[in-house]
């Protein structure tokens, strides 16, 4: 096993900047440049080949396996200026029965030596990307392990489904004691339910990562561009009088109270004989159409050619100009804007609350299958089946719940997993 180095903070000036070195040579390689290594954690100065000072670092060594990575690691915590990470990761670099990590390889070998499993693995890739509380706390669901156990549980449950028929052929001859088929399906079907709800949630956590899209509709000159830069609280888009000024899709991303939003400003709706700003209508349609939310700027009377779907806002645009009368907003005075954020706030949080620990397109995937496996046990059991061939298909439905954690057939996955990783992790 290769012993790997890397720099676990970002490049840069910081307070603290971290190497990590793992693998059987680490504490070889930190001696070379401490000297003598602390058994726990030290401070020592670090030296180059002729002995010249580099820093004076905080020295821990992870002793034996238990380390992040379950392999011994020793970490160099330095100051954090460019020229020490650079003077360390050089000297580092010399020495011999070492490399540079590729990305993700630390927690490849956390994976590999039963610290993580994959669901984990990728709960925490998404923990280190999360910039929201939202992102935050579904990632750390899943890399905490919520996932795992799920799936734990539901293989747990369809093993006793697998256990209760198998008793029917090994008793054959006798009289089975009971009719095992009334809990086989109770068990199946609860799974059944438990996934249905996961594969639900698990659209709406891909929303989460990848952030809302709100699209901001209306007429020309309603004030849509107006609204955007007082969301966003900097001039992203141009406004003027005139009506058609906004061409272009315009997004600017937030973190709307934890959640992750993109508000997308497009041009105002209308007929036009100007080739461009129909292009920018066209636009403006289809954006919306597909749009997780639609704020409309508009009067109720007023038809756009976009359709109101369920949850979306509708707003009295300039409401400064004629006070009074239902919900407005106002881009220009700011009134009736925190109403507004908190109505699509409490709309996402509606929708955050229905995710559970399937976060993935790939778990989603896996349950996916699980389910029409399971669909085809309750099938065959209705149509009496041999037991044995509807327990193949139980285990086959076992195999899918496994793939969530990667104890079958995802070695041509991890690739794709582990390059969503930076170097250093
Ligand atoms: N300095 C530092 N901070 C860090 C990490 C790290 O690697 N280094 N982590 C990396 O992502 C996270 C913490 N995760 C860690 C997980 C396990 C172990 C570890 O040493 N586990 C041993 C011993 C446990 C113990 O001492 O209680 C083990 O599992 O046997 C260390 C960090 C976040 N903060
Ligand atoms: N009084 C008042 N004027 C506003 C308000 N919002 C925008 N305006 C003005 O209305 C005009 C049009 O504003 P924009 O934000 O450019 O309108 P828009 O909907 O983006 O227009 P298009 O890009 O042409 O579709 C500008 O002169 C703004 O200063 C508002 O809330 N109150
Ligand atoms: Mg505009």
């Known amino acids: 096993m290769d012993t790997i180095y890397a720099a676990a903070t970002p490049p840069g000036r910081s307070g603290v900047a971290v190497v990590r070195i793992s693998g059987p040579k680490a504490k070889a390689a930190a001696k070379a440049l401490c000297?003598?290594?602390?058994?726990?954690?030290?401070?020592?100065?670090?030296?180059?080949?002729?002995?010249?000072?580099?820093?004076?670092?905080?020295?821990?060594?992870?002793?034996g396996a238990a380390s992040f990575t379950g392999e011994p690691v020793v970490e160099l915590q330095l100051h954090g200026s460019p020229a020490i990470l650079k003077s360390v990761l050089a000297e580092l670099s010399k020495l011999p029965d070492l490399r540079s990590a590729e990305a993700g390889e630390f927690t490849r070998r956390a994976l590999d030596n039963g610290k993580l499993d994959l669901a984990q693995v990728e709960g925490l890739a998404d923990l280190i990307d999360a910039e929201t509380e939202a992102q935050r706390l579904q990632a750390l669901r899943v890399f905490e392990g919520g996932l795992s156990a799920k799936a734990e549980a539901w293989r747990a449950d369809l093993i006793r489904a697998i256990a209760l028929l198998e008793a029917t052929i090994d008793f054959a001859d006798e009289e089975v004691?009971?009719?095992?088929?009334?809990?086989?399906?109770?068990?199946?079907?609860?799974?059944?339910?438990?996934?249905?709800?996961?594969?639900?949630?698990?659209?709406?956590?891909?929303?989460?990562?990848?952030?809302?899209?709100?699209?901001?509709?209306?007429?020309?000159?309603?004030?849509?561009?107006?609204?955007?830069?007082?969301?966003?609280?900097?001039?992203?888009?141009i406004t003027s009088e005139i009506a058609g000024t906004t061409r272009d899709v315009i997004e600017v991303q937030m973190d709307l109270k934890g959640i992750p939003v993109t508000f997308i400003d497009t041009a105002g709706v209308r007929d036009t004989d100007d080739q461009i700003e129909k292009l920018g209508v066209e636009r403006a349609v289809s954006r919306a159409k597909h749009a997780d939310l639609r704020v409309f700027l508009k009067e109720n009377k007023d038809l756009l050619e976009i359709q109101v779907q369920a949850d979306d806002i509708i707003r009295r645009p300039k409401a400064d100009l004629s006070p009074g009368d239902g919900l407005g907003v106002s881009g220009q005075t700011g009134e009736g804007l925190d109403e507004l954020v908190d109505e699509i706030v409490a709309v996402f949080e509606a929708r955050v609350s229905s995710v559970g620990v399937a976060i993935k397109e790939r778990h989603r995937v896996a349950l996916l299958s699980c389910d029409s496996q399971l669909s085809d046990v309750i099938s065959k059991i209705a149509l009496d089946e041999p037991v044995d061939l509807i327990c193949?298909?139980?285990?086959?439905?076992?195999?899918?719940?496994?793939?969530?954690?990667?104890?079958?057939?995802?070695?041509?996955?991890?690739?794709?997993?582990?390059?969503?990783?930076c170097i250093g992790k």
Do not use: C, Q
Not at 35 to 42: A, F, L
């Open 177 to 237: 004691p009971t009719d095992v088929f009334p809990e086989v399906n109770d068990l199946i079907n609860r799974t059944r339910e438990d996934i249905a709800r996961e594969v639900e949630g698990s659209f709406v956590a891909e929303r989460v990562k990848e952030g809302f899209e709100v699209a901001i509709v209306g007429r020309p000159n309603v004030g849509k561009s107006t609204l955007l830069n007082r969301l966003a609280g900097r001039d992203a888009a």
């Open 392 to 421: 193949e298909e139980l285990r086959a439905a076992v195999r899918s719940v496994d793939m969530i954690v990667g104890h079958v057939d995802v070695e041509d996955l991890l690739g794709e997993i582990f390059s969503s990783f």
């Open 35 to 63: 000297g003598n290594v602390p058994t726990s954690r030290g401070v020592r100065k670090l030296r180059d080949e002729s002995g010249g000072v580099l820093d004076e670092a905080l020295v821990l060594n992870f002793e």
